[in-house]
């Protein structure tokens, strides 16, 4: 009886404690005050009249006593612990006056951080570490703040393979002449040893082999030297996502019943750690019969096509997953894409196993089709400066249009291939979705990014200094050009692309202008382009060390040409077609090139091709799909109709070489000899005569997360009609280097091979053949920032060109590897550097060439 008195008493004590903290000293039930006067006492630097208005209390407020959740002063002291600017707040009746209760609110303000020391890691992760937490002075400091603060830099430190990590937050109070509680705080950072894995043991394994399940693990690997692209740290979270890959494992081995019993951590004296899993294998199942329920817009038969498992066959539960629904794929050949594709939006696929007797799987796939949706609504957000018709033309969906997940992945590669928007962020927004109606909306989400470029550049090469100046503009409209208010700086949002180009030396000037409409006419996806070019060249003086402006070699191109978007066999063709025409006149202008130095040269040539590219999404950096394109430039065949013997000036053109070269002889006859060898080549190549054939392939495949595989194989042939006549020396190619030759005289072509100096690989007048082959392997550094995307790479290539046929061998190459960087800068262009390593020796030389520099700018290899 003592007991239950003192326990009573002990009860009774506890709530008249309670009664009297709460300072309410009226204990009528529910009796109603008028609040008169408020005070505000306790430790704040905030103003009484701040803290009542804040609070909602006012004068002249009823209140009830005994207060309860619901009552005024209940939410009062809610809202001031809402402002996490208090860590004490009370709230009491100080005294009561007939009907009159005066009210004072005692507060204790929460210190705020003045400073912040950091032990335990480098100096120049203390920015890092402040700006992660917000850590910034005047922060009040909360017990919560504390604790998600200890959580996150633990929890860091584990995930870089610390797994000890410890982190130790206190706080000291300031003493100062400022009225305000101020803490100083403290964090000490012990990070510990890195550790790592020394095993992986697996308990209960029988049937499948260590070494396929640890293979399964991508994230968590046992200890290894030679190991360089993934370590052995563990990490909890990756640690898990391994336990369920190997679970799958199991799965596509017909062990669908495997599971895993337990895993433990063993810590061993050398700082590593055991993994220990137990597992439970079950026995090996295979698929008996499989039927479909509740399919009616596809027949049985196509639909076992697309699930590609037959009876017999051992089971995969992770198989069976993707053939119905691949998650990883949003453009898989899956059951469940074939009806999306096909309006059914709203449908559901469904595996149920329906017997498992003798451990073979008897399987229903039930199918709820659903109504056909159809879109109702297209919209898009986020273009400021493009205009809506240069979107809406790409758009594959249309109002009222059956819904086709097809077509809205196909928009999004459109909108990014456009190179007007972060092809990362292009998002696809699902909205209003009725399926009693079978209707919805679609809203296409893009994200401005710079399309105009500059480039401004300026270095010594060729004995002089070399400055450019480019302008592109790759989202003009020339419809606004006499349109003042359209200059922002420019007239923009049309979609037209416009690049101005100036380049000049001592040696020589280029001038270039382009411009392409790529909807002319504004119906269809034809693309139209033009481009003027004139380039001057002068002769460089040995003595000198100058050039010879009297002695000029000038080149005026002009080319117009059309591309249409093809039908068939898809709508990835482009057949482009285009008319080009070169005049290079000469002045005085003897070299090596050519053995007139005074006289022209027309080229009037046609160019036919054909292509392919359904890379996607981002064209800075595809993750997937191909791109290839055959072309053929063709002269017209001169000699079938201009009745010149040109076997007679083959003929006389040897003997003439053979007098030249005859030291036997008078100068004067000599030169005789080169003179009208001179008046013979001059109407070989008055009118050029050729036909050129290239071929250009490369496809991209994703070999881990973002990392990508990319082959390349390129080809190019230059031949001629007659023989006779001969290969001009003009549209010839040049291997070797970056591929950015400086400047152009005769229509060469720069083929880049790295790891050897530039134009290196073929002889002094240019390869009539050529071929090259590439791997690169790309990874991404940042591809989600508007300023810049950023990816290194590695690279294997192998190449060569010939000077005729009969010496053309594919695999006599020239080979090299290397490594490398791209940046991407929407004002820029792609900016880079490449370490290339020539494996060969260059053409008359014995020892193998080593390591070259090249600095890209606006080209991918």
Do not use: C
């Not at 190991?227 to 494992?249: G, H, M, W």
């Not at 065949?637 to 040897?654: G, H, I, Q």
């Not at 995307?789 to 294997?796: D, G, P, V």
């Not at 594919?810 to 791209?822: C, E, Q, V």
């Amino acid at each position: 009886m003592r007991t239950h008195i003192t326990r009573l008493l002990f009860i009774a004590f506890i709530l008249s404690s309670v009664s009297i903290t709460a300072q309410i000293g009226n204990t009528q039930n529910s009796k109603t005050y008028t609040i008169g006067d408020i005070i505000v006492t306790g430790s704040t630097s905030f103003g009484a009249e701040t803290v009542i208005t804040y609070s909602g209390l006012r004068k002249g407020q009823e209140i009830t006593v005994p207060r309860t959740s619901q009552s005024k002063i209940a939410e009062a002291v809610k809202k001031l612990w809402n402002s996490d600017l208090f860590s004490s707040i009370n709230i009491y009746i100080s005294s009561i006056e007939g009907n009159v209760a005066n009210l004072e609110i005692h507060l204790q303000d929460l210190p705020e951080l003045k400073d912040v020391k950091i032990e335990g890691v480098k100096k120049s992760k203390f920015d890092d570490i402040i700006k992660d937490n917000k850590l910034s002075p005047g922060v009040k400091v909360t017990e919560n703040l504390i604790k998600t603060t200890e959580n996150y830099l633990e929890s860091t430190y584990q995930k870089k393979g610390f797994l000890k990590a410890n982190v130790t937050i206190t706080t000291s109070e300031v003493t100062d002449s400022i009225d305000k509680q101020r803490v100083n705080m403290k964090l000490n950072i012990d990070k510990g040893n890195k550790v790592k894995v020394k095993d992986i043991v697996f308990n209960g394994r029988e049937k499948l082999k260590a070494k396929k399940l640890k293979k399964a693990m991508k994230n968590t690997k046992k200890k290894n030297p030679i190991r360089i692209f993934k370590r052995s740290k563990y990490i909890e979270a990756d640690f898990n996502e391994d336990l369920v890959s190997i679970i799958d494992t199991y799965k596509e081995n017909g062990y669908r019943d495997a599971r895993i019993i337990s895993d433990s951590l063993i810590y061993n004296p050398d700082n590593t750690v055991s993994l220990v899993i137990n597992l439970e294998e079950g026995e090996k199942y295979t698929y008996g019969d499989i039927k479909f329920l509740g399919n009616t817009v596809y027949t049985d038969e196509l639909l076992n096509r697309i699930l590609r498992i037959n009876k017999g066959d051992t089971y995969n539960g992770v198989e069976l997953k993707k053939r119905i629904q691949d998650e990883t794929k949003p453009d898989g050949d899956d059951i469940a894409n074939l009806y999306q594709n096909s309006g059914y939006l709203f449908s559901s696929i469904t595996p149920v196993e329906t017997s498992a007797d003798g451990n073979v799987i008897d399987m229903e796939i039930r199918i709820i089709e659903g109504k056909p949706a159809y879109f109702n609504k297209i919209s898009v957000v986020g273009n400021d400066k493009t205009n809506d018709h240069v979107i809406y033309r790409e758009i594959r969906t249309r109002p009222g249009q059956r819904y086709s997940k097809a077509d809205v992945i196909r928009t999004i590669r459109e909108l990014g291939q456009l190179g007007f928007f972060d092809a990362q962020q292009i998002e696809p927004n699902f909205k209003n979705v009725n399926a009693n109606d079978g209707t919805l909306d679609m809203e296409y989400s893009v994200v401005e990014r710079g399309s105009s470029q500059i480039e401004l550049q300026g270095g010594y090469g060729g004995g002089g200094f070399i400055g450019t100046l480019g302008l592109s503009f790759n989202n003009f409209s020339i419809k606004d050009i006499f349109k003042k208010d359209a200059y922002k700086p420019i007239p923009m949002g049309d979609g037209q692309k416009l690049a101005l180009r100036l380049q000049a030396s001592r040696f020589y000037q280029t001038y270039s202008f382009s411009f392409s409409e790529p909807w002319f006419g504004g119906k269809k996806p034809v693309s139209f382009s033009t481009s003027l070019s004139h380039t001057k060249q002068f002769l460089y003086n040995p003595a000198t060390r100058n050039a010879d402006k009297d002695r000029r070699f000038n080149i005026t191109g002009l080319s117009v040409g059309l591309a249409k978007r093809l039908s068939v066999p898809d709508d990835y063709f482009v057949l482009s077609q285009a008319i080009s025409f070169q005049h290079y006149d000469l002045k005085n202008y003897n070299t090596g090139l050519f053995t007139f130095g005074n006289g022209s040269s027309n080229n009037l040539a046609y160019t036919i091709g054909l292509s392919r590219n359904n890379t996607n999404v981002d064209p800075i950096y595809p993750t997937g799909g191909s791109n290839f394109s055959v072309t053929a430039k063709l002269s017209l065949p001169y000699s079938v109709f201009n009745k010149v013997d040109y076997k007679a000036l083959k003929e006389e053109r040897a003997d003439q070489l053979e007098i030249q070269n005859n030291t036997t002889l008078s100068n004067s006859t000599r030169n005789d000899a080169a003179d009208r060898i001179s008046e013979i080549d001059q109407e070989r190549f008055k009118w050029l005569e050729f036909y050129k054939v290239k071929f250009n392939g490369e496809w991209y495949a994703r070999v881990i997360g973002d990392m990508v595989l990319r082959p390349k194989v390129e080809f190019g042939f230059l031949g001629a009609y007659n023989n006779d006549r001969g290969v001009i020396p003009f549209e010839r190619y040049f291997v070797g280097g970056d591929g950015m030759g400086t400047y152009s005289l005769d229509g060469r072509e720069a083929i880049s091979l790295r790891g050897y100096p530039n134009q290196s690989l073929s002889s002094q007048d240019g390869g009539t053949i050529y071929n090259k082959f590439s791997l690169e392997l790309r990874y991404p550094i940042t591809l989600k920032s508007q300023q810049a995307k950023i990816y290194a790479l590695a690279f294997l290539e192998a190449g060569a060109s010939y000077d005729n046929f009969r010496d053309y061998n594919p695999f006599a190459l020239k080979r090299s590897a290397g490594f490398g960087i791209r940046l991407f800068m929407p004002a820029f262009g792609l900016l880079g550097i490449d370490f290339g390593h020539g494996f060969d020796p260059l053409p008359g030389q014995a020892v193998k060439h080593g390591w070259e520099t090249h600095f890209i700018i606006g080209q991918q290899f």
